[in-house]
């Protein structure tokens, strides 16, 4: 008597046999993963990857004046850098791998928001970090000379420029506090190579089909990203104050001196793809006491 095969034995059969076949033919691909899963558990390595929001498409969606957050492959690229630096350090080497946003200066490419070269003693670490988190340093256990450092370049920043905030104020209604807040932020307290190389304290973008201006190219959300060049931080000031006074950012006068309304307008006005972009100005202006400039 034969037996004869169901439809279902039959379908099992085909599927065993397909995954015979796949294991032979990519036997050794096979074998390189679980060699990696291996490698990586047993050392106990993390890997992680930032996505960014990239910046909106042209059209009906908003565009970002500056950039703060557009720099989805930066995250990408440090992750890896520190997988694979892990690979070749020696084993009694610690592997610090942080997810504090605030820390991150973009090391893998010539990003906008790079530190220039200064006699910052630690440039790895963003100026802004112990203003947004300022209990990062005793978390971390930085050295005392590294937290003060930081604070100290901080406020050399608002010594140099919170006179020209309230100068732009008072020609422009521009609130102080906010232009503080933002030139702290987008130039990493002036130290970023678009402030230091191109007096660029703003993050700003260059004009359309750049006519009637100077720009360079800082790698931001695609290589054909221009931000402007100034002769001086001063005229860079002066700019920021006329865009946050173009039809755009309209509303923003409605708020008075309510900085944290303007904060987060900005954010809705599409000055940056950042979502915290509002919560980090208003912090920066709480934490360094920046609405004082508004009264004065």
């Known amino acids: 008597m034969s037996v004869t095969s169901t439809p279902q034995s039959t379908a099992v059969g085909r599927f065993a046999a397909k995954a015979f076949d796949y294991a032979i033919h990519y036997g050794v691909e096979i074998s390189l993963i679980v060699l990696i899963l291996y490698f990586c558990i047993s050392r106990g390595l993390s890997f992680s990857i930032d996505i960014y929001d990239p910046l909106p498409p042209q059209g009906g969606a908003v565009v970002s004046e500056a950039s703060v957050g557009g720099e989805w492959f930066s995250g990408i690229g440090s992750s890896a850098t520190a997988l694979l630096t892990s690979f070749t350090a020696p084993a009694t080497e610690p592997i610090l791998l942080t997810d504090e946003k605030t820390v991150a200066i973009a090391s893998a490419h010539d990003g906008f928001n790079e530190v220039a070269r200064t006699d910052d003693p630690a440039p790895h670490i963003s100026n802004m970090t112990l203003v947004l988190s300022p ?4 978390r971390k256990g930085l050295p005392k000379r590294i937290i003060k450092a930081k ?8 010594r140099r420029y919170a006179k ?27 130290d970023s190579k678009l402030a230091v190389n191109s007096n660029n304290h703003f993050g700003i973008k260059c004009r359309s089909k750049c006519l009637g201006c100077t720009c360079r190219n800082y790698g931001d959300d695609t290589r054909y990203d221009m931000f402007r060049v100034f002769t001086s931080a001063a005229e860079s000031f002066r700019e920021h104050s006329k865009l946050l006074n173009t039809k755009r950012y309209a ?9 944290v309304k303007w904060a987060h307008g900005l954010k809705s006005c599409g000055y940056a793809t950042d979502k915290k972009y509002g919560h980090k100005l208003v912090k920066i202006i709480e934490n360094l006491g920046l609405d004082q400039y508004d009264r004065s």
């Open 251 to 259: 509303k923003l006068k409605s708020y008075g001196t309510d900085y």
């Open 151 to 158: 604070k100290e370049r901080v406020q050399v920043y608002l």
């Open 135 to 138: 209990d990062y340093g005793e």
């Open 164 to 190: 020209t905030a309230q100068q732009e104020m008072a020609a422009s209604g521009i609130l102080a506090s906010i232009t503080l807040a933002q030139g702290l932020l987008e130039s990493n307290a002036g």
